[in-house]
C-alpha cells in the first residue's frame, strides 16, 4: 500500500495519458465558466494534478495558484502550464496543512475525486480552512464520484485505457469504510506488469450537508459539471457547490 503521494508520484507518468489531457482541458473549460461569478478574479486549485483544472481557470481569465502533494504530478502540471501559455503559481502541499498563507480567493476548486483522498475528518478540517480563505460571497467547487451507487463490497473497474504501448486498469477494492485505489498497468514493450494501490474514502451527499450545516456554508448538490439533479441511485457524480454568504 503506497502513501497517496506516493501512488501519485508513481502514477504522474502515465496521467495524461490515461485522462487525454487536451481534450480533458476543453471540458473543463466549459463545464468551470458555468460556477464562476462575474467578478471572480481569483481561485485555488486543490490537488492540481498534472494541471488541467488550474490551466482552464487561467484560460478564463481567473489568477491561480494550484497546490497538490505529489512532486510527480507538480512538475508535469509546470510542463502543462508552460505548454498552454498560463502563469499559473504552482506549489507543493497537502490538502490540510497549506503552504499558501494569509491569501483569501473568490473561487476555489477540488475536482478529479481528490477530496477521496482525505477520510471524513480532514474534510471537516479543510472545509473549516477553505471558510477562512474564501472572500465574502466566493465559493468552492467539490467534485467526488458518486460512492453511493456503487456495490458495498468487491471489485469495481472504473476505467481501461489501452493502446499499442501499454494496458492501463483503474479499479476499487470496495471496503467497509473505504475503498483501496488500485492501478494495475502492463507496459506491452517490455512485457512488464506493476501495481499500485492507495487507500481513497467514499464522501457522501450527507457528510458535505452535515459539515457545511455546522461551519455556516450555503450548499448546492448536482450530479454533475454540467448541474443536472443529483440522484445517488444514477449520477455519476457527486458535485457540491458551497458558498460564503456577503
Excluded: W
Amino acid at each position: 500500500m503506497k502513501t497517496n503521494s506516493q501512488f501519485f508520484d508513481e502514477l504522474s507518468d502515465d496521467y495524461d495519458l490515461m485522462t487525454n489531457f487536451e481534450s480533458a482541458l476543453k471540458n473543463k473549460i466549459s463545464f468551470i465558466k458555468n460556477f464562476l461569478a462575474s467578478n471572480y478574479k481569483t481561485a485555488l486549485d486543490l490537488g492540481c494534478g498534472t494541471g488541467a483544472d488550474a490551466i482552464a481557470l487561467s484560460k478564463l481569465g481567473i489568477q491561480v495558484d494550484a497546490v497538490d502533494h505529489s512532486s510527480g504530478m507538480l512538475q508535469k502540471a509546470i510542463k502543462n502550464g508552460k505548454k498552454f501559455d498560463t502563469n499559473i503559481n504552482f506549489i507543493e502541499s497537502g490538502l490540510t496543512a497549506f503552504n499558501v498563507k494569509d491569501k483569501n480567493y473568490d473561487f476555489i476548486v477540488s475536482l478529479g475525486n481528490t477530496i477521496a483522498n482525505i477520510n471524513v475528518l480532514e474534510l471537516r478540517i479543510l472545509m473549516s480552512t477553505i471558510f477562512s480563505m474564501l472572500n465574502n460571497g466566493g465559493s468552492a467547487l467539490f467534485q467526488i464520484v458518486n460512492y453511493a451507487k456503487l456495490s458495498k463490497s468487491g471489485i469495481h473497474i472504473l476505467n481501461v485505457f489501452e493502446n499499442d504501448e501499454v494496458s492501463i486498469i483503474r479499479k476499487y477494492n470496495i471496503n467497509n469504510n473505504d475503498f483501496d485505489f488500485i492501478i494495475d498497468k502492463v507496459d506491452k514493450k517490455n512485457q512488464q506488469k506493476s501495481q499500485i494501490i492507495t487507500k481513497l474514502y467514499p464522501h457522501s451527499e450527507n457528510d458535505f450537508n452535515k459539515i457545511a450545516k455546522e461551519i455556516g456554508f450555503n450548499i448546492d448538490v448536482y450530479g454533475n459539471l454540467k448541474k443536472h439533479t443529483f440522484n445517488p441511485d444514477e449520477s455519476p457524480n457527486l458535485v457540491v457547490v458551497i458558498t460564503k454568504e456577503l
